[in-house]
């Protein structure tokens, strides 16, 4: 299960409706072993295409080299489908080298509303898995009733 904050949520999704109609592509980094996004980080699709997108390489090669400076790795690799359903495609699933890594297909096709899905995709095979969006990570796993004030 993927369990990310809605402002990075709605930082994901701005970014594909900023792009549209190209896809647009990003990771977002987090604390090394932790599974937790917390630094987004937008990136060129150096294809600048409305089917495809590839990280450009030299803006890919210095978010690794920041990434690895901070103890972090990339949690989430992002990308949109502007006009298919947010499912990887034989391409994304070729590129996917990222084994732990929680894969975010974000579909805009629909000018109001989007589409957000999660994939794991290890060694080829995709697997589909829920999205927890909460408003902080404090309490992410416990119940309204545990929270302090409530709410």
Known sequence: MLVIRRDLVDAMVAHARRDHPDEACGQIAGPEGSDRPERFVPMLNAERSPTFYRF???????VHREMERADEVPVVVYHSHTA????????????????????VLIGTSDPEEHELRSYRIVDGVVAEEPVQVVESYMFAHTGLDDTPDGS
């Open 56 to 62: 450009d390489s030299a803006e890919q090669l210095k």
């Open 84 to 103: 298919t359903e947010p499912y990887p495609s034989r391409t994304d699933i070729s590129y996917a080298q990222e084994p732990d890594a929680h894969y």
